[in-house]
């Protein structure tokens, strides 16, 4: 049996598990859990949201260590969120702090690449979806890339402090609309059309070979061997992907359900039409050359940032505590387009979302349970819409959706989320990111996992999921849809 570990760092809580993987054992342990989030620097009258990138650094380590305790550890492997960066001067030094891709410097300038390379194009060369935040657009609104020699992504940069070796993996380097989904190589043409130096884009590697190992000087700093450090799927969503215990042959939709709801099919090639591009799905890279044909749907960041503003206006409420009271509230009383760019940006949600339904001629959702079950019919709502254009872009049916990540401990979300797709949820596992890590690190080093089936199987045998089937009430979500948008047909 292999110990490893898994780094999976989300959006809102970064964590370390100790997994173990054999013959018939999968499991993995939460070793060390830490916060992460936005933190707002001021600057020349104006300011930036960042990461905390050398506190996730320490965190990270600790974790590493408590992991090594519990057991001879034989690698290690990270995944996190998508599309962020730090530069490095010629020397490695770290350029900055990394930005927080939720910040408004990236305002405007999906437009200004628009008119030097048209959207369709865009879209035919890197198969992404227009976020405003893609690193692509990142990376133009940097202020002066002239010091700057290579760009790594999170946990790119994260490995290189662990190995001191550079480089990009595959499946989050497909998030940086920089990325030919094609050929798989970097789209050094579109970078130099736009002026982004090619000297910033470091070699491709894929998931599953090995970084290197730890520094000898901070594995003896640490306590620790010096370890093998695997690249994995980097990018959380397609290590959560790996995760989704589908059976074989079966026609399965997923939503990877965090702070963003990832929501889509897996593909064996890119879906590069004029439908998708109008959808503005997305084609990211997946482990053993899979696609991910999804989109992003604003998940359960709307609910979390809404327990925030209660908490800053001095009326804390717990989670437990709010989803209780919407389990109470009459369905799709009121519901709003999760989509919408409005919710992108922290901030007063409960506020936002009145707004919303001020506009759409609803009665806006006053009591927090009130809120908190419009954020849930409406993520629902969304759901729906998105599995019926992935199921109808692409030609393929939809007979069971696997949720899996956070998301699944939302019970009533589950529920609905059965109903307005009105096809069964399999729900779990809630960490498919950390089994998705430790599975491509075991193969990579040497476990006998031959591929995706293998590795869901194993989830299968060893991981309860829990089933929730549709009521059968489907008229009133299409009525619902109807409410936020004229264009859909009921
Ligand atoms: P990320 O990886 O993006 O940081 P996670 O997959 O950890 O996100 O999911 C976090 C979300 O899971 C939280 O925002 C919360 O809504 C949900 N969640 C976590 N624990 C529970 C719980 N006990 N009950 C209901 N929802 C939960
Ligand atoms: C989810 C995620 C998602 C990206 C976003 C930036 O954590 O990686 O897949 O689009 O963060």
């Known amino acids: 049996m292999m110990r490893l570990a898994a780094v999976d760092l989300g959006a809102s809580s970064g964590r ?5 993987v054999g013959p018939g054992v999968l499991s993995v342990e939460e070793v060390h859990r830490f916060p992460n989030g936005g933190v707002r620097v001021a600057h020349g009258g104006g300011s930036t949201l960042h990461w905390d990138i050398l506190g996730l650094y320490r965190e990270m380590l600790t974790g590493i260590q408590a992991a090594q305790r519990g057991g001879e550890l034989a690698g290690l492997g990270i995944d996190s969120w998508a599309v962020d960066y730090g530069l490095l001067d010629a020397s490695g030094a770290l350029l900055g702090n990394p930005v927080n891709y939720r910040d408004s410097r990236t305002d405007g300038i999906a437009q200004r690449v628009a008119e030097v390379v048209p959207a369709r194009e865009l879209f035919d060369i890197t198969g992404l979806q227009q976020l405003p935040f893609n690193t692509l657009y990142q990376l133009l609104a ?20 662990l190995t001191g070796v550079r480089g990009a993996e595959r499946t989050n380097a497909s998030t940086t609309q920089l990325y030919d989904v094609r050929s798989g190589q970097w789209a050094t043409g579109l970078a130099s059309r ?3 130096p090619s000297r910033l884009l470091p070699p491709l590697r894929d998931p599953g070979s090995v970084v290197g190992t730890l520094l000898p000087d901070l594995a003896a700093e640490l306590g620790l061997p010096e370890l093998p450090v695997v690249a994995v799927g980097s990018h959380d969503t397609a290590s959560a992907v790996v995760g989704v215990p589908a059976e074989p042959g079966t026609n399965f939709a997923y939503i990877s359900s965090g702070t963003w709801s990832l929501v889509g099919l897996e593909l064996e090639s890119p879906e590069l039409g004029d439908s998708a591009l109008a959808a503005n799905f997305t084609n990211e890279g997946g482990v053993d050359g899979t696609i991910r044909f999804l989109r992003n749907v604003t998940g359960l960041w709307v609910l979390s940032e809404s327990l925030r503003t209660w908490e800053a206006q001095g009326t804390p409420m717990s989670l437990p505590e709010v989803l209780a009271q919407a389990a109470g509230v009459p369905p799709l009383s009121a519901v709003v387009d999760i989509d919408a760019p409005v919710f992108l940006p922290p901030g007063d949600m409960p506020a936002r979302i009145r707004q919303a339904c001020v506009d759409t001629g609803q009665r806006p959702p006053e009591a927090p349970g009130e809120v908190v079950r419009c954020i849930l019919d409406s993520l629902a709502l969304a759901y729906r819409r998105t599995v019926r254009q992935a199921s109808e872009l692409t030609g393929r049916p939809v007979d069971v959706v696997h949720v899996v990540g956070g998301g699944v401990r939302n019970e009533l979300l589950c529920q609905l989320t059965a109903d307005a797709c009105g096809v069964p949820v399999l729900a779990g596992p809630v960490e498919a990111a950390a089994l998705g890590n430790v599975l491509v690190q075991a193969r990579a080093l040497g476990a006998d996992l031959p591929d995706l089936a293998a590795m869901r199987a194993l989830i299968r045998a060893t991981h309860e999921l829990r089933r929730y089937e549709p009521s059968g009430r489907e008229s009133g979500w299409a009525e619902a849809a109807a409410r936020i948008d004229s264009r859909v047909v009921a």
């Open 142 to 161: 940097e202020r002066d890339l002239g010091s700057a020699e290579t760009m790594l992504l999170i946990p790119d940069l994260l490995n290189y402090w």
């Open 16 to 20: 370390v598990m100790a997994g173990a």
């Open 194 to 196: 736009l002026g982004i």
